[in-house]
């Protein structure tokens, strides 16, 4: 686990062993290599930029009244109907140090929306309930239009020309590197 290695001074001999890590915590899966050493890279970044501890002690150490609301441009709702998806991308949000919510469809983002201050709506197009993910699209912006939008697919693919101000397309499965991209 991450958390049972100190983190050596040698950047690549850390990524090496975080990313057989994670690919045996993946189940060893086939030609999958460069994903989990790609995962292992981002990892070794945020905790160089931002100068975390490799077991997060830092973060438990806090007295609970010291502790600060992440900011509104940190918060980011992620809407996914694929359980395991939005589970891995939520869970990499937050490692990131992003305040997440998560949602299953559109129904339940529009009640996050109304009582969360967010600052990013990362959705799928393809979702079960009373509107797809870009119905979504359009009420945040008309709802919401400082918030930014993140649309994925793995379906259909946007370009820049079909996206209006403030929203932008990634295609699916979202390259973890890219997505942290956008939101900053």
Do not use: C
């Not at 008309?142 to 993140?150: A, E, F, G, K, Y």
Request: proline share 3%; hydrophobic share 40%; glycine share 6%.
């Amino acid at each position: 686990m991450i958390g049972d290695r100190k983190m050596t001074d040698n950047a690549n001999e850390w990524i090496s062993v975080r990313a057989y890590a994670l690919w045996e915590m993946a189940g060893r899966p086939f030609g999958e290599d460069q994903v989990h050493w790609q995962q292992a890279s981002i990892e070794r970044m945020l905790l160089e930029n931002t100068k975390a501890s490799i077991d997060g002690q830092e973060v438990t150490n806090r007295k609970t009244g010291e502790r600060q609301v992440a900011s509104i441009a940190s918060s980011i709702l992620v809407v996914e109907d694929e359980h395991q998806l939005r589970y891995e991308t939520v869970d990499f949000l937050e490692q990131a140090g992003h305040r997440v919510l998560e949602a299953a469809n559109a129904d339940e983002a529009l009640i996050y929306l109304k009582r969360n201050d967010v600052g990013t709506v990362f959705t799928d197009i393809n979702m079960p309930g009373s509107m797809d993910g870009m119905e979504l699209v359009r009420t945040v912006r008309r709802n919401w239009p400082s918030t930014r939008v993140i649309i994925t697919s793995g379906l259909i693919g946007l370009s820049h020309h079909d996206l209006e101000t403030g929203v932008s397309f990634i295609p699916k499965p979202a390259s973890k590197l890219e997505l942290l991209q956008l939101i900053a």
